[in-house]
T-cell receptor, first 112, second 113 residues
Framework: DQQVKQNSPSLSVQEGRISILNCDYTNSMFDYFLWYKKYPAEGPTFLISISSIKDKNEDGRFTVFLNKSAKHLSLHIVPSQPGDSAVYFCAATGWAGNQFYFGTGTSLTVIP | DAGVTQSPTHLIKTRGQQVTLRCSPISGHKSVSWYQQVLGQGPQFIFQYYEKEERGRGNFPDRFSARQFPNYSSELNVNALLLGDSALYLC????????????FGSGTQLSVL
């Protein structure tokens, strides 16, 4: 049972435009959410996180939005750069925080 | 500062064999977690160890086992390998036990023939 879902396997965006990656979850006990970026043959790299007490968190070009009522989070990248081309995973965990549930990933391609 | 290091980077085994994967966490981190990533899927939780004790176990058979040493490094063992065990095995560390970002190593790519 997939508790974290990324329904878009791929996304293409022009350089300089906004990239929006979406993630849905089913478990209402999740209270901490993260985004990771992954290049082939490398481990995931942490990008940004948000706890359930917030609805927005920014870090440079990256902003994560959390809509708890809809059980939905999104990652905005503005402006998108070719180096952002990678697979992006969202992850979630509950109060125990010892097990993270990952989505299946969205492959982002930023076209120069 | 050194990140999470894993060894070996690649491994080829045959069905029925046993394998041991190794992980050294970031200095000062006491928690190590293991994840399996099959091609086209997201990482799946296998184990978490904190202060040398198992604190969580995912939905994996008993062929999978792990331990954490006094220096907080960790080993993942898989016995009686199956073709379906072919995957990227990721180790992640964090300072404490819960609700902190996981920092991943580059993984061990295991191929079972």
């Amino acid at each position: 049972d997939q508790q974290v879902k990324q329904n878009s396997p791929s996304l293409s965006v022009q350089e300089g435009r906004i990239s929006i990656l979406n993630c849905d979850y089913t478990n209402s006990m999740f209270d901490y959410f993260l985004w990771y970026k992954k290049y082939p043959a490398e481990g995931p790299t942490f990008l940004i996180s948000i706890s359930s007490i917030k609805d927005k968190n920014e870090d440079g070009r990256f902003t994560v939005f959390l809509n708890k009522s809809a059980k939905h989070l999104s990652l905005h990248i503005v402006p998108s750069q070719p180096g952002d081309s990678a697979v992006y995973f969202c992850a979630a965990t509950g109060w125990a925080g010892n097990q993270f549930y990952f989505g299946t990933g969205t492959s982002l391609t930023v076209i120069p | 500062d050194a990140g999470v290091t894993q060894s070996p980077t690649h491994l080829i085994k045959t069905r029925g064999q046993q394998v041991t994967l190794r992980c050294s966490p970031i200095s000062g981190h006491k928690s190590v977690s293991w994840y399996q990533q099959v091609l086209g899927q997201g990482p799946q939780f296998i184990f978490q160890y904190y202060e040398k004790e198992e604190r969580g176990r995912g939905n994996f058979p008993d062929r999978f086992s792990a331990r954490q040493f006094p220096n907080y490094s960790s080993e993942l063992n898989v016995n009686a390998l199956l073709l379906g065990d072919s995957a990227l095995y990721l180790c992640a560390s964090s300072p404490g036990q819960s609700n902190e970002k996981l920092l991943f190593g580059s993984g061990t790519q295991l191929s079972v023939l």
